[in-house]
């Protein structure tokens, strides 16, 4: 039988205020998708967290804005001719997410402190907010550390540095996520051990998926090996293709054949996961998480799709974007269907466990 609760919840406003904060971070990485696409990242090639908020007001602050891109590789090797109008269509890609994030941390901190000073928050809320509002600053010094790779011996920035900026972005928005859905109370439920542990390693296997498509985008890999199911000519190419750079394990970051490689067989190895997982949900008659399941298998599949159209279309910018987007769907439903399995014994809300088959 089902735990019956209070009808009130006193964390309503925190859950929406969170929420919001999570769309503003999907947004934000959108943006920083079509910014890569678009080759703006490198148009601004200062940081200034502050006064770097407003953009060139006149004729003369654009002259000196372009003036400093010139002096980056990337203009001199890649976009040498560039006319001021075309400078400024890169420029406002960058500057609006920069501006995004400086509106995220803005949202985040304000009605953060003003729950604080109401109270109500318990302990464990209050160090994992705080936790995440860190790694919002965190994230801000690692987007400069990412844009500074690429101002002075590079034309684009490190593709290490990329995928560790998308990656933590991530992280944080899946601990808005996970905390969402600690906060509103439900009753455990009681399911075999292993569809918790399969659910834990299908978050993992979905971070490891988007670090791998950061590089992937850092390598312009998509824009190579345009075929599907082969790759180089077979589904899988020789050792000698795969692993010739030393020490080895450079391969694994900076081989364009293997990067890609390693995208598409984390991509399989992730479907053919959440299909056990489906499965193993509906045959133990799972409650709420075989509906959990089932739609995690259909972002996954619907991604897959995505992923095969983008390459073979060589990374038109919708498909790319969309192959993005619902890679956040499918990081956004593997943490849901995680919480939902995951131990409720939290300081936050302790419902008592219920069969699974019960509503939860």
């Known amino acids: 039988?089902?735990?019956n609760f209070a009808p009130?919840?006193?964390?309503?406003?925190?859950?929406?205020?969170l929420i919001s904060v999570a769309a503003l971070i999907a947004l934000m990485v959108l943006v920083g998708g079509a910014t890569r696409l678009t080759?703006?990242?490198?148009s601004i090639v200062e940081w200034k967290p502050v006064t770097g908020s407003v953009p060139p007001?006149?004729?003369?602050a654009w002259t000196d804005a372009f003036e400093a891109y010139k002096k980056i590789p990337q203009y001199r090797e890649?976009?040498?001719?560039?006319?001021?109008?075309e400078f400024k269509q890169i420029f406002w890609w960058e500057w609006s997410h920069r501006l995004l994030g400086r509106f995220i941390g803005v949202a985040y901190l304000l009605p953060f402190l003003f729950f604080l000073w109401r109270g109500g928050l318990a302990s464990e809320l209050k160090r994992r907010l705080w936790l995440l509002f860190a790694l919002g600053g965190l994230q801000g010094a690692v987007g400069w550390w990412m844009v500074a790779s690429g101002l002075s011996e590079r034309v684009e920035v490190s593709q290490y540095r990329l995928a560790t900026h998308l990656v933590l972005a991530l992280l944080i928005f899946a601990g808005i996520v996970w905390t969402v859905r600690r906060l509103a109370e439900r009753p455990q439920l009681a399911v075999p051990a292993r569809l918790r542990f399969t659910s834990a390693v299908l978050v993992i296997l979905t971070f490891i998926q988007i670090y791998f498509g950061a590089l992937v985008a850092g390598l312009r890999a998509g824009r190579a090996y345009n075929t599907w199911p082969a790759i180089d000519g077979a589904f899988i190419p020789s050792a000698e293709r795969l692993w010739?750079?030393?020490?080895?394990w450079r391969n694994m970051f900076d081989n364009v054949l293997t990067v890609q490689f390693e995208h598409r067989m984390t991509a399989y190895a992730l479907f053919v996961l959440v299909v056990l997982h489906a499965f193993d949900a509906v045959r133990s008659r799972a409650g709420a998480?075989?509906?959990?399941?089932?739609?995690l298998l259909g972002g996954v599949s619907l991604q897959a799709v995505l992923g095969i159209l983008t390459l073979l279309n060589q990374v038109p910018i919708d498909l790319a974007l969309s192959h993005q987007a619902v890679a956040i769907v499918v990081l956004t439903l593997a943490v849901m269907q995680a919480e939902r399995l995951a131990s409720r014994q939290s300081a936050e809300t302790q419902p008592g466990a219920v069969p699974a088959g019960q509503p939860g």
Do not use: K
């Open 1 to 3: 039988m089902t735990t």
């Open 8 to 17: 009130t919840n006193p964390h309503r406003a925190v859950r929406w205020w």
């Open 39 to 42: 080759e703006s990242g490198l």
């Open 57 to 60: 007001l006149s004729e003369a």
């Open 78 to 85: 890649l976009n040498a001719g560039m006319s001021l109008s």
């Open 244 to 248: 010739f750079e030393t020490p080895w």
């Open 289 to 295: 998480a075989v509906s959990g399941a089932l739609w």
